[in-house]
């Protein structure tokens, strides 16, 4: 089992960039594959992106390609998302999530989300 913590969400205008960290718990983090998702109000939790266990492989949902970047640090047990020239689109509750068996499948363990807000 796996606990999530993100951090690094907040306000900001439109063009600006924020990285978000997300931390877990354990000592099998490298046996996970990591992903971000994201809620907006009134809208259904999509995806954003998921980096693979330990060949660096990513995958990203086409709203952010070429704007957002997800990677990991296997030895600090933590998963980032930086995310540049930010539209007010971009503005929802982040989650990241951990599964051990695929990228791009359903998510077993996932954080609490930190907020982001863009303005324009």
């Known amino acids: 089992q796996v606990q999530l913590v993100e951090s690094g969400g907040g306000l900001v205008q439109a063009g600006g960039s924020l990285r978000l960290s997300c931390a877990a718990s354990g000592r099998t983090f490298s046996s996970y594959y990591m992903g971000w998702f994201r809620q907006a109000p009134g809208k259904e939790r999509e995806f954003v992106a998921a980096?693979?266990?330990?060949?660096?492989?990513?995958y990203y949902a086409d709203s952010v390609k070429g704007r957002f970047t997800i990677s990991r640090d296997n030895a600090k047990n933590t998963v980032y998302l930086q995310m540049n020239s930010l539209k007010p689109e971009d503005t929802a509750l982040y989650y990241c999530?951990?599964?051990?068996?695929?990228?791009?499948?359903?998510?077993?363990?996932w954080g609490q989300g930190t907020q982001v807000t863009v303005s324009s």
């Open positions: 999530a951990a599964d051990p068996r695929s990228p791009l499948g359903r998510y077993d363990y």
């Open positions: 980096i693979n266990r330990s060949n660096g492989g990513t």
